[in-house]
């Protein structure tokens, strides 16, 4: 493949930021051309080197480009400025990002500011007491291969690192004990202790996770309200000469992006003061995302694809080898590719890269059998990193020139492996764990990872040694439902009908089985409780897809088992899931695993387990560790090896390395480390486990309901499902919606499915319908709450539905003859002054249909099958109708979004929609021009025409003075902790 561009130089001129390949040392110089990204946020190549000019005193070092980040009309470059190598697959190196940088491309001032406090951090990192200075020109890349646990903030590479237990710097010895991790590493569970016990509690936390500084003095602080201020204060503060130094950092060691002082400069045209305030906001919420630790790359390897998947002979570029279901900045990188600068388009994949060497001692010379030496102390099992790994081999390599080689059944050789494992994350329906359950239209689900072990001799080499690939996946129950984020055991919320559900659950396993072939699922949650209710419509549906031709239509079955987990193993007893393990083995079996022997794929794995619980967290790792743990052990067992890693306590880098593996997955679904990660790292529950694993459900409580709105709203946008007015949606109701199925297309449904039960005269045809927003009340133009409902639009009536959403079924409808509608009114409709959109006159829109009753009773009709439809209520309802005649009656309507956040080119409309003041303008117009005609043709030329008054229904005025001081503390106070 192309070469791509390991090192670059950043630094800013007048007209743009200019990237320039930096050849390492010991390297000859680089052939790759130098680009330019100009204060627009165009891509180009450059033709004349600027290094030497005097514009150009400021550049900094970077190991790849991860995208451009374009929201409103400013622009920021992600460059990588840290990253720590985690493996090497065949000689190729794989990188940890662990530090991003964010240059603003506003002016040459403001990327050098950035810039330069890029480099100040360095420096500080670099000459911290006890670390030693980074080799930052040397392509030997010094970062150790093993990855410690993973961390919720980004931190300084493995080799630099003093171990909290040794007290010695480098690749610390692997501990399993929960209690070390608790007291002396002050891991996730001594920072949960702080979090409620410590003085600055919560507060400090939740200032970190939302992007903001530790320091009194926040960034955030200093936005104005509006776009008007910012402004001004930009141009008053233009005069003053600025230093490096000044730039506002997030604690002491992560640099500010940009001062909120600078973001008017980065902005042109048409200014969003939503998004402009939020924009120091999004910047850290970006930020501390890329340098979470949770992204990983390789210039020369494939880590979307499997092993047995590789291109190495091919002459395209990485990204386009590369599977778009894991290439997590495709779009923030598009504009790099666009513009045909492939060799630096760096793609990268969320989940989880680790390796971990180990070797089998020989306990009998006389016989075939091998297995680890019981009596083995760690250092034969040690966790090394790549060059303590390399010296070793190097001084072996001396002794060998002088010694003959000692068989390979000695006990002073054993046998060397290298057990790696890659977690790949997909993009689609990506998210936060109660922000995104379930499935989509498209049958995508929620915290879906494919999850890839490898087993290899650590040279890679396949002449004498084999190397083997064993694949699971996991995923959200593929039915729509949600849970609330509120509730400590939420229930479990379905939506659509048993068709809608269908569809999803079978398109969903029909793109599984055209990626894996078999599919066996392994659902573990409750037979009981909340659980209960999900778990049996996922069985039911199985059942449902295997009578109904299978996966294929062509029987093709899926396999599929309910284990209650927690149910079989009560009381901690988490060793009964080998009662799991004997059912899943026959499939395991006849599905296998890759092998590669002589450079040749021997063997393909014909099928994957697909695991679950209802988070996909918890206990799928417990059962996904033991999977691959009974792959493993078959793995070694083919080539006469014998491994014990469920009782030997040697092969504790086993449990451990899939421990890692759990706790980033959940951190980067749920924001903690993974609950039972005791067993999965010992083989044993404890109460101490118990304990903490209580501490950690609090903790994700806690990022349920603050942190993970504007986070979620972050990542929908980083990935392109969403255009930047999330954030103005956000701001207005401090939520982030999830988009599982395409709203337009739920809305059309909705009104042909109306239209088919509430217009019965076969002579009556539909001529138009919508959805809008309407008061939950009759009669009132302001309620408590709104809710969408359906108008239809017939030549002889205008048909008022109330859906429930839910089951996609019409509650009640109310016919309206035209004959009866006597006036329409629209203009302003403001039902809220909380939110800077809910008092823009432009968007807060609707209009009223003020009708008579048409002699015949009651005109509202509500579904039979529901629970108040007794006949005293009935009685209720008409004698209301009663009154209600008296004094005219009358609806009201609000308009709703014309489009939602989704880009245009993830609809299937390519062109823009109307705003909401058309949409109710070509409504009202529609409903006039329907009923004038249909009143001439039933009163002749004395009929009355109808004209559309304009008014406000609720104007701003109004809305301002029936807003209470409760509200607007309510909204204050959720504002002060969501926002």
């Known amino acids: 493949m192309p070469p791509l561009v390991r090192k670059l130089l950043i630094f800013a001129t007048l007209d743009g930021l200019i990237l320039q390949p930096s050849t390492p040392r010991h390297h000859a110089p680089s052939t790759q051309q130098a680009i330019k990204v100009d204060y627009k946020g165009n891509v180009g190549p450059l033709l004349k080197d600027k290094r030497e000019e005097d514009n ?45 940088a964010l240059i603003p491309l506003s002016s040459q001032a403001d990327a050098d500011k950035a810039i330069a406090a890029t480099r100040e951090h360095l420096k500080r990192r670099n000459n911290a007491p006890g670390l030693e200075d980074d080799d930052t020109d040397s392509e030997s890349d010094d970062a150790p291969s093993v990855t410690d646990s993973l961390v919720e903030e980004a931190s300084p590479p493995a080799s630099e690192v003093m171990d909290a237990v040794t007290g010695q710097k480098g690749s610390p010895q692997e501990k399993t004990s929960v209690a070390e991790d608790v007291i002396q590493r002050r891991g996730v569970y001594g920072r949960f202790a702080n979090k409620w016990f410590s003085r600055k509690g919560w507060s400090a936390d939740n200032r970190r996770l939302q992007g903001l500084g530790s320091d009194e003095n926040l960034a955030a602080k200093n936005v104005p309200p509006n776009v008007d201020s910012i402004v001004a204060k930009e141009e008053e503060q233009a005069t003053s000469a600025s230093k490096p130094d000044a730039i506002p ?15 008017p400069k980065a902005l042109g045209g048409e200014k969003d003061a939503t998004t402009v305030a939020l924009l120091p906001k999004i910047l850290q919420t970006t930020k501390m995302y890329f340098s979470s630790g949770n992204f990983f790359f390789s210039y020369d390897y494939d880590i979307s694809h499997g092993i047995s998947q590789q291109q190495p002979n091919s002459n395209l570029p990485l990204f386009k080898q590369f599977d778009p279901l894991f290439f997590w900045n495709q779009h923030i990188i598009s504009p790099f590719i666009d513009a045909g600068q492939h060799s630096f388009v760096l793609p990268v994949i ?52 002088t010694e003959a080689p000692a068989p390979e059944t000695s006990l002073e050789h054993g046998k060397d492996f290298l057990l790696t494992l890659i977690s790949r994350r997909s993009t689609k329906r990506a998210g936060l764990r109660y922000l995104r359950r379930g499935t989509d239209d498209e049958g995508c689900t929620a915290n879906s990872v494919e999850t890839e072990q490898i087993l290899s001799s650590p040279t890679w080499t396949t002449t004498q040694d084999k190397i083997f690939s064993f694949t699971q996946i996991r995923g959200s129950i593929p039915l729509f439902f949600s849970q609330s984020p509120y509730s400590l055991k939420p229930q479990v919320t379905t939506w659509g009908s048993f068709e809608t559900n269908a569809r999803a659950f079978k398109r969903h396993f029909t793109d599984l089985s055209s990626r894996y072939g078999e599919i066996y699922c392994d659902s573990l949650i409750d037979k009981h409780g909340t659980e209960a209710k999900i778990g ?27 284990f209650d987990f927690h149910n079989v193993c009560r009381g901690m007893r988490f060793e009964n899931v080998s009662k799991l393990m004997d059912s899943i ?37 417990v059962v996904q560790s033991a999977c691959a743990r009974t792959a493993l052990e078959a793995q070694l067992s083919a080539g006469s090896y014998t491994i014990d890693l469920q009782n030997d306590p040697s092969t504790s880098w086993f449990n451990t390395l899939w421990a890692d593996n759990g706790d980033a997955i959940s951190r980067q679904y749920a924001g903690t480390a993974a609950l039972k990660g005791d067993f999965t790292r010992t083989r044993k529950r404890q109460i101490t486990g118990a304990l903490t694993d209580f501490g950690l459900t609090l903790t994700r ?16 946008y980083l990935l392109g499902r969403a255009t930047d007015t999330i954030f103005a949606e956000f701001e207005a109701d401090m939520k982030s919606s999830d988009y599982f199925i395409d709203v337009r297309k739920v809305r059309q449904q909705a009104i042909e499915r109306s239209a088919g039960i509430v217009i019965e005269d076969e002579d009556e045809d539909l001529i138009h319908g919508w959805t809008l927003s309407v008061p939950t009340a009759v009669n009132q133009v302001k309620t408590a709450t709104f809710e969408e409902a359906v108008l239809l639009l017939t030549e ?28 329409l009114m629209r203009g302003v409709y403001v039902t809220s002054t909380l939110a800077q959109r809910h008092m823009d006159t432009d968007k807060n829109v609707g209009f009223i249909v003020k009708y008579g009753a048409d002699g015949q009773g009651e005109l509202v009709r509500k579904n039979t099958r529901a629970l108040d439809s007794g006949a005293a209520k009935d009685e209720q309802r008409k004698q209301e109708a009663k009154e209600q005649d008296a004094a005219g009656r009358f609806l009201a309507f609000k308009a709703l979004p014309p489009g939602s956040n989704v880009p245009s080119s993830n609809r299937d409309a390519p062109d823009t929609p109307e705003n909401e003041v058309e949409v109710v303008k070509s409504v009202c117009d529609e409903i006039l021009r329907v009923t004038n005609k249909a009143k001439k043709a039933d009163e002749g030329d004395e009929a009355k025409t109808l004209e559309v008054e304009e008014t406000d229904i609720i104007s701003l005025a109004d809305a301002k003075r029936s807003t209470g001081y409760l509200e607007q503390a309510q909204y204050s106070l959720k504002k002060l902790v969501w926002g």
């Open 585 to 621: 083995e026959p499939f395991m079996k006849s599905t296998s695993w890759v092998e590669i022997a002589d450079d040749q794929i021997k063997q393909e794995q014909t099928g994957v387990l697909r695991t679950n619980c209802m988070d996909c967290l918890d206990r799928t790792n």
């Open 796 to 823: 002889k009536a205008l048909y008022f539905c109330r859906l429930d959403w839910g089951t996609e079924k019409v509650r009640e409808f109310e016919r309206i003859p035209l004959e009866s509608v006597q006036g």
């Open 56 to 100: 150009a005193a400021v550049s900094v070092e970077a190991h790849g480009v991860i995208g451009l980040l374009k929201v409103a009309t400013s622009y920021f470059l992600i460059s990588i400025y840290d990253r720590e190598q985690v493996a090497q697959v065949r000689g190729k190196p794989i990188y940890k990002i662990t530090g991003v």
């Open 249 to 263: 950092t997030r604690g002491k060691d992560v640099p500010e992006i940009v001062s909120s002082e600078a973001i």
């Open 701 to 716: 409580y806690y990022n349920n309901i603050v942190n993970d709105y504007f986070a979620q709203a972050v990542i929908d």
């Open 350 to 401: 969320q989940g989880f890269v680790g390796q971990r060497p180990f070797t089998i001692k020989t306990a009998d010379t006389e016989s075939d059998s091998l297995v680890v030496d019981p009596t083995a102390t760690p250092d034969d099992i040690q966790l090394q990193s790549w060059h303590e790994k390399q010296k070793k081999d190097a001084e072996s390599n001396v002794e060998a020139n």
């Open 536 to 562: 049996g419509l996922y069985e039911k549906h199985a059942k449902a897809l295997n009578e109904d031709g299978g996966i294929d239509g062509k029987g093709k079955q899926l396999g599929f088992e309910w």
